[in-house]
């Protein structure tokens, strides 16, 4: 007879540990501390977060602190890309990140734990600062928000959701931490950096564009931009173009502000107010797509900086 083993000898061995996130979480603030642009720094965040993490849906707010609002600067996993109109800071989820500047999550977010998004009513002026509707999932069950914090200041919030019960942990709530500082050093040093390069250009305005000279042709029945017979761009994009066009013919500036290109009549904006810096995003990119003779430069939070290589010709055409 064959003698039976032991039932401690029939013992599984133990399970391997869980993966550690911080490795991976540690490669990703690598790759966004070697970024430059304020744009790729919120792609790289985003796309990280959604490649090595699995996160399906994401959201990052920065303030524009002479405003008090949030602005969304991109998403992943919406229906529009940057989605949701800008917030105020105790308005929706974002109020419950960005005044403390303390994460929170909701991890089972199951009928009768689910917080209002929807953002306040309308003020008496007018103002439409997060009048919209929130741009969460229909079917959410978990969320998580983190600050971005750079020198102890709130400036900006980074947000996560998840149509899953408790799909958010301890780790998850480590990563987004150590991304979200990250992506604050990252996104204040690019602002002072573009600042400081401008700096010598910024001083004067009246500064005449090297270069030959090029024809701009503006059609005012899609607002679309033609350079040396070239189609460029049309629509919000284009009317912000000749905007700054005109502004340089007419007074020689250089240098613009958010604010009054989103309080100028001319460019007729979506009330999605976020729509402007979506729109100077895409003409940024297209006029370096092109290699166009003008370029569009941040420097500093709110300003922007229009470079020009040669003259201008600026020509309306009417149909």
């Known amino acids: 007879m064959h003698k039976l083993p032991a039932f401690s000898d029939l013992t599984p061995p133990p399970a391997m540990p869980k993966p550690s996130p911080l490795l991976d979480a540690a490669t990703l603030a690598d790759a966004i501390s070697r970024k430059n642009d304020a744009g790729q720094i919120v792609a790289t965040v985003l796309d990280g977060l959604s490649e090595r993490f699995g996160y399906t849906n994401l959201l990052l707010f920065l303030l524009d602190a002479s405003r008090g609002v949030l602005i969304p600067r991109g998403s992943r996993g919406y229906e529009r890309a940057g989605a949701g109109p800008e917030m105020r800071l105790d308005d929706g989820p974002i109020g419950a990140v960005a005044p403390d500047g303390r994460p929170v999550d909701a991890a089972d977010m199951t009928d009768g734990m689910r917080p209002a998004d929807t953002a306040r009513p309308e003020s008496d002026d007018g103002d439409l600062s997060g009048v919209m509707s929130w741009p969460s999932l229909p079917d959410i069950m978990s969320r998580i928000g983190v600050p971005i914090i750079v020198q102890g200041k709130v400036t900006g919030v980074l947000l996560a959701e998840s149509r899953e019960r408790l799909a958010f942990g301890a780790d998850d709530k480590a990563v987004m931490t150590i991304i979200a500082c990250q992506a604050g050093a990252s996104l204040a040093l690019a602002d002072a950096l573009a600042a400081r390069e401008q700096v010598a250009e910024d001083r004067t305005s009246s500064d005449a564009p090297v270069g030959r000279g090029f024809r701009v042709s503006y059609h005012t029945l899609d607002d679309s931009i033609f350079i040396d017979n070239e189609y460029l761009i049309k629509g919000v994009a284009g009317r912000l173009l000749m905007f700054m066009l005109d502004a340089h013919q007419r007074e020689g500036r250089i240098e613009f502000t958010?604010?009054?290109?989103?309080?100028?009549?001319?460019?007729?904006?979506?009330?999605?107010?976020?729509?402007?810096?979506?729109?100077?995003?895409?003409?940024?990119?297209?006029?370096?797509?092109?290699?166009?003779?003008?370029?569009?430069?941040?420097?500093?939070?709110?300003?922007i900086h229009l470079q020009l290589f040669g003259l201008p010709l600026l020509d309306r055409v009417e149909i």
């Open 258 to 303: 958010n604010r009054e290109l989103r309080l100028s009549a001319t460019m007729r904006l979506p009330q999605i107010k976020d729509n402007l810096d979506t729109r100077l995003l895409l003409l940024r990119r297209r006029l370096e797509e092109k290699g166009a003779p003008i370029r569009i430069v941040r420097v500093g939070r709110g300003r």
